[in-house]
C-alpha cells in the first residue's frame, strides 16, 4: 500500500466522526471541511507551481487529509477567513517550509490548530452549547463571512466547563455538563470506530492510541479523589471529551511526526497522553491536545537517539 491510499484510507476513516460531528453541530461543520479542503487544494497547487516540482497524488493527499483534520477540530461557526487561515499556516510552517511530503518535524494539522489559538483564543472556544442549538442557515452564513456576531448560539465544551467550574463538584458539574458530554460521547465513537478501523487494516499500529490513552487516563485516575471540587476530572470524561479520539488515532500516528523505534512509539504516546492530562488539569488552555503533540514532535528525534543508544549498550554488554 502506497502513501496516497494509506491518506485515501485515512481520509474514509474519518467519516464517521465527521458524520456525528456533522449531526451535532450542524451544516458549520460541513462548511469547515468544505473550505479547509478547497484552500488546501489551491495551497499544494500554487507550493508546486512556484517550486516548479511535479505535483504527486501523495503530496495533495496529504495537504488535503490535514485541512480535514484541522476543519474537524474547529468551532463549526468559526469564519471562513480563519479557516483558510489556519489551513495555510499548517501547510506553510508545518510542511513547506520543511521542503514538502515526509520531511516535517510536527505534526501540520496540530501546527494550524496552534496558530488559531494563538492568533484568535476567544473564536477558537465558541462552541454550540449541544446539539439542536444551532442557527439558521442565513445567519450561519453571514457568521461564517464575519458579518454577525456569534451572541445566542455559542456555548462551552464539556473540558470548559470543567475548568470554569468555580468550586462545584462534580456531581454538581454533571449537571451542567452532561448534555454537552453526551454529545461529544457521539463524536467520540465517531473516531473510535474509525480508528479501529485503521488498525485492522494495518493502516496504524495499536501501540499510539493505547499509549497515548493511558498517558491520559491512569494519572486522570489517580487525580480524580472521587469527584471533590479540586478533582481534575474523571478518566471517563477525559477518555470521550475534546480532541482525544481523534488525537489518538488519526493525530499522533502521523508516521513522519512520530518517532521510528517500537519503544520510542511507546514513549511518545506516554508522553502526549501525560502532557495532554497536565495541560488540561493546569494549564491555560482547556484541551491542551495541539500543544501536548507539537511538544512530544520536538521530543521525537531525542526519544528514538535516546533508544538507540540504550540498545547499543546493551547488544555491547
Known sequence: ???????????????????????????????NVAAALLAA????????????LPQTKASLSSGLLTAA????CLPPMLPFGLVVFGVAFALIFGKFVYGGLGQNLFNPAMVGYGGLILSSPLLMTQWLPESGITPLTLDLFRIKLGLQGLDGYTGATALDLLRNRQGMTLSEYWQLAEPVFNDQIL??????????????????????????????????????????SSSLGSPWLHGLAGATMIGAFFIITDPVSSPNTRQGLWIYGLLVGGLTFLIRGFGAYPDGLAFAVLLSNAAGPLIDRIVRLRSEQVQSQ
Open 41 to 52: 487544494l489551491l495551497l499544494e497547487m500554487a507550493y508546486h507551481r512556484v517550486r516548479r
Open 1 to 31: 500500500m502506497n502513501s496516497n491510499q494509506i491518506m485515501i484510507k485515512t481520509g474514509m476513516a474519518l467519516i464517521p466522526g465527521f458524520l456525528a460531528s456533522l449531526w451535532v453541530f450542524g451544516l458549520g461543520i460541513l462548511l
Open 187 to 228: 463524536i467520540s465513537l465517531g473516531y473510535l470506530l474509525g480508528g479501529a478501523y485503521l488498525i485492522q487494516a494495518r493502516i496504524i499500529s495499536f501501540k499510539l492510541p493505547l499509549a497515548m490513552l493511558i498517558g491520559l487516563l491512569v494519572p486522570s485516575l489517580f487525580l480524580y479523589d472521587a469527584g471533590s
Open 69 to 72: 483534520l484541522l476543519a474537524l
